[in-house]
């Protein structure tokens, strides 16, 4: 891998050595993300506002030197992982975040956490509902980058249906801006929507406009219980037939039912040990709340072997812990997981539920699944040892066999994760070869010299072969 010595050198001489760190520890944190799949960097560029940014691309552009950007490195297919080495770009410092009360927008820097996002317009009596998982760490420029969604898309959308401007630079160094801070825009191409989910490949994002909502006065949960998958999945159905449209509507198979309850020590229905079930949460206003929670109650009787709603935040609270502990807890299972985001048309449900018990007897592997039952976003965990040889070609056999029948379903190898390195394999899976050339073709467009995190998406890695790091992260399992 080039050293890229030289051009760092010049780098450190336009921003100064406080921007351009080549320390050791530094250089080791930027090499990964929650993948570990380790790629040391030339330097990290710790930015401290958006034009150095701009100083860095021009350079990196003229001297062919690969830029990766980075926010707290969340992500789990390796897409801020610097693969060619070059310049990791580190935003966490443009972290501002300004809430415009009549017109119910935020003003955001790339490196502002989505929790902050969230606090801060809650604060205003708005609310921003995406809501990955390590909300309380990721930042809304990776958010955007990958197009991250959360429990709440169902109801209010991903990333994409929040983003009203961006602003940036594209490879070359220029700063551009994709909309403005207004509901409507119609001027032009839409690149904006061209960024978003684009993994850092045709630009980097410094800031963005995103649209809030009024925030829900009143939230309501609760938790059921079916005797198998194909239940309680064909339940859902029937719920979401009904024109019910929760705010959340999170599944856990039998697997993860097992997986959490070990990790609490307690039956989640008790004497209905390992039973699949679905957490629901209704959100909007008092009579809204009140009008739908009569049909989902109504429901709940008629298809759950058992139910029970919170009567209070606090006890809903309790009810979460049941999902926030059960992808931890997986790794009782195996040491490594293949943890995909797939998602599967409604239709297709019993048939996928079907498909993944096949799997699972097939590959003699542990295989919980857990997801968002209103939008098909499902989290398939492929547990496998990586010292069993055995074990690890089955990992890539059913993960293969996974994405091939997702496909054919009609569903997503990605819902929410991206494609980054993890996910390179699979990506012509899913696309045509027309379908990739007009992607490369994009891609060549704004990025000619192919500086912007180069090696992912459309490379194939096979990332199961390759030695991962033994590190904790403050997110991980979540």
Known sequence: MKSYSAA?????RRLGAKVVVTDEAALHEASFDSAKIPFRPAAVVRVRKAAEVGVALQLANRLRVPVTT?????????????VRGGWVLDLLALDNVKVDE???????????RILAIQQAAEARGWFYPPDPSSKEHC???????????????????????????LQGFLPTGEWVEWGTATKKFSAGFNLRDLWIGSEGMLGVITGAVLKLIPRPPERWTLLTSFRDEAEAL?????LFRARVQPAICEFLDRGSVLCAERATGKEVFPGQSGRPVILLELAGSAAEVADQRESVLAWAQAHATAHRAAQSREEAEQLWAVRRKCSGAMFELGDAKLNEDIVVPMRNYVKFARFL??????????????????????????????????????????????METVVAMGGSISGEHGIGLAKSPFLRIQHSPAQVKAMQAIKHALDPRGILNPGKMFEVFEVWRHPRLEVKLPWDHK
């Open 8 to 12: 760092t050198a010049q780098l450190r």
């Open 70 to 82: 980075r926010g707290r490195g969340t992500t789990l297919t390796g897409a801020a992982t610097p």
């Open 102 to 112: 009549e017109a119910g927008l935020a003003h955001v820097g790339a490196g502002a």
């Open 139 to 165: 930042t809304i420029g990776g958010n955007i980058a990958c197009n991250a969604g959360g429990m709440h898309g169902g109801k209010y959308g991903v990333t994409r249906d929040f983003v009203v401007a």
């Open 234 to 238: 064909s339940a859902a159905l029937a």
């Open 357 to 402: 018990a096949r799997l699972k007897r097939d590959s003699g592997l542990h295989i919980p699944t857990f997801g968002h039952l209103a939008d098909g976003n499902l989290h398939v965990n492929i547990m496998y040892h990586k010292a069993v040889p055995a074990e690890c070609r089955a990992a890539e056999q059913a993960v293969q066999r996974l």
